[in-house]
């Protein structure tokens, strides 16, 4: 092990306050982390879910919502038909109410960037893609990179990648730094291509990580390594985006954004069905990493059938009368 | 020997095969007769009708897609578990419409046959109004009747079993899923009949039980877009009291998201917004006219030829 690997820049050996970077001085670092309070984050996390918003703020909310909603398709037979008619949707939303906002993002597999780039082109939506052997991460870094170039080269805006589960279990936190930092690499490629940078959200997958110290830990590791987002499920897993999880990942954010200034995003997937849980987990935003982060550039929800009942609250907010899925397109 | 401490029970709603409180946490006194303090009842709010049109939705697909011969089977297996529990529903009976004890068996005797009678059309409706229709072409032209959807039942204020069960059993016998409003100041034997419901086969969902306020969840359930049909049974007063339900407006609304309404017996052809009369239920209907009013006919054209 050589004291100077590429990764270990100046910064990351300000924040790790070691001049090695191997597995040692990772799990030095990273057990360091205080421990959570497992109780005390499901008393918070359910204790802000009690909180009731109502009418002027409720409609912000829902607006804000659906102007957060990463749009997911993330099946094997998701086909051409099926991406363009999500892109569809996620250009317009509501077509009865030409003022709801779009989203933020459409959300498929690699091989399916091209279609959604071309059907959401001048449109503002991002498209992300899933890449590095998602949902399991079992493959080799140069498959995982070459998977992660692919979407990089179709033109994705964002890449979801997920860590590698195995490794960081086993504590071999160096291999999963490494791997990010790679990724990442990749996701710069994208300047001589497309002159803008891809997004890279790395996804924990925490319903795998077993305990609240665990999540912790790893959305310090992925933020170090590189991560503009720290997200917390790929969705194929039980459980996936839970209040405390997504209470334990704004903690991570609001702390790395007070030690080293930079601004890092969240993006629980997996779960959130219903409207009251979206605004349930943006109040748990407000409360926990701040104002700030009630931005579609920093919080993000992932989702499909969550668009729909937002759509319907704020159907019934604007007609007065309970909503029927008849009248939404996609019932997904 | 110390005094047995009374073990109350507590009435709650039946929505999706549960029973839940009511979410707002409300409840109402229900009295006798005589006016003379009964139980505590849930209260229903806007959110738990709203809850019960997405459990009744959701139910949809699985009630109506079982063949009318299951859905048969299943309505008499209900009336089975009516039937063990007949002491249960005379005695609320009683109480809640001040009748006395032989003539309150002799009701739910009633209730417990107009639901048999009931199951027994699940599987003849289709053959009654079906037919294959001639038509001047090369085609084989059918029509049968399908269940809407989602019903919306405001249930019969002053027969709290027999009417409920002369509303309720003809919408699930022709496949629909509803949501009951049921009497509201005799909303106890709709609650045992909820208990009935949820352990006889009826899947959870197929009929939600809502007690509480007439007059402030109809409205609700009238301008819901995902209501298919409203039947305003319940919009009758108490004989010789004032109507407090206005059916007139509940149609209005109910027309603006176009849902199937079934007006209350003695509103007349015109429509009057009044004089909604509660009918005498222990008449047996002369024949299916309340299954059919929750029911769609679809024609399919089909090309002959060899």
């Known amino acids: ?332 | 020997m110390a005094a047995r401490l009374d073990v109350r029970k507590t009435y709650k709603l039946y929505v999706g095969g549960k029973f839940p409180r009511s979410e707002s946490g409300r409840s109402y006194e229900v009295t006798d007769a005589k006016g003379r303090f009964v139980a505590n009842a849930a209260k229903a709010s806007r959110k738990d009708a709203r809850d019960a049109v997405l459990a009744a939705r959701a139910a949809f697909a699985g009630w109506s897609g079982a063949t009318a011969y299951n859905r048969g089977q299943v309505l008499y297996r209900v009336a089975e578990v009516m039937e063990g529990r007949h002491a249960q529903f005379a005695e609320e009976v009683a109480r809640a419409e001040g009748l006395t004890a032989a003539k309150a068996r002799a009701v739910v005797d009633a209730a417990i046959d107009r639901w048999v009678w009931y199951a027994g059309w699940t599987d003849k409706v289709a053959q009654v109004v079906g037919a294959a229709n001639p038509v001047a072409g090369p085609y084989f032209n059918l029509s049968v009747p399908e269940p809407t959807g989602v019903v919306a039942v405001l249930a019969p204020q002053a027969s709290s079993l027999l009417g409920l069960v002369s509303v309720v059993a003809p919408v699930v016998a022709g496949g629909s899923t509803c949501v009951v409003l049921a009497s509201e100041r005799r909303p106890l034997p709709a609650v045992v009949l909820g208990e009935v419901l949820a352990t006889s086969d009826v899947p959870g969902g197929v009929v939600n039980l809502l007690t509480g306020v007439t007059a402030e969840t109809a409205p609700w359930l009238a301008s819901h877009e995902d209501v298919d049909a409203l039947d305003l049974a319940g919009a009758a007063p108490l004989p010789g009291e004032d109507p407090t339900v206005d059916w007139g407006a509940l149609e209005a609304a109910a027309a603006a998201t176009l849902t199937r309404v079934v007006r209350p017996a003695g509103s007349g052809a015109s429509g009057e917004a009044d004089g909604a009369v509660e009918p005498d239920w222990t008449v047996l209907p002369d024949g299916p006219r309340r299954v059919l009013a929750f029911m769609e006919t679809k024609t399919v054209w089909h090309p002959k030829g060899r």
């Not at chain 1, 993000?300 to 939404?328: E, I, K």
């Open chain 1, 1 to 332: 092990m050589t004291a100077t690997t590429p990764a270990l820049t100046d910064r990351v050996r300000d924040v790790l306050g070691s001049t090695t970077l191997d597995d040692a001085s990772l799990r030095r670092w990273l057990h360091g982390l205080p421990g959570v309070d497992e109780v005390g984050a499901h008393g918070r996390a359910a204790m802000l879910g009690t909180r009731s918003i109502k009418t002027t703020s409720k409609a912000w909310a829902l607006d804000l919502a659906v102007s957060m909603v990463d749009l997911t398709t993330l099946e094997g037979a998701d086909s051409f038909g099926t991406v363009r008619s999500l892109c569809a949707k996620a250009r317009v939303p509501d077509a009865d109410d030409p003022a709801c906002p779009k989203v933020a993002a459409v959300c498929v597999y690699n091989d399916l960037v091209p279609v959604a780039v071309e059907a959401l082109a001048g449109s503002g939506v991002k498209v992300a893609a899933v890449t590095t052997a998602f949902p399991s991460g079992r493959a080799s870094l140069a498959v995982k990179l070459a998977d992660t170039r692919d979407a990089v080269q179709a033109g994705a805006d964002e890449i979801d990648m997920v860590i590698d589960r195995g490794a960081f279990l086993s504590g071999r936190y160096l291999k999963v730094f490494e791997e990010i930092v790679a990724v990442r690499e990749v996701c710069d490629e994208a300047v001589a291509l497309h002159g803008r940078r891809a997004h890279l959200k790395v996804i924990l997958e925490t319903g795998e990580l077993s305990t609240y110290d665990n999540v912790r830990r790893a959305s310090w590791l992925a933020m170090l390594a590189g991560g503009d987002f720290i997200k917390t499920s790929t969705g194929k897993v039980s459980p996936a985006a839970t209040l405390p999880v997504t209470l334990v990942m704004l903690e991570a954010v609001r702390d790395w954004a007070a030690l080293t200034g930079e601004i890092i995003g969240v993006k629980p997937a997996g779960g959130i069905r219903t409207a009251k849980d979206a605004i349930k987990h943006l109040v748990l935003v407000h409360e926990t990493a701040g104002e700030r982060w009630l931005d579609p550039d920093l919080f993000r929800f992932g989702a499909s059938s969550l668009l729909n009942d937002l759509l319907l609250q704020r159907r019934r907010m604007r007609t007065g009368v309970y909503a029927s899925p008849d009248r939404l397109t996609l019932a997904t």
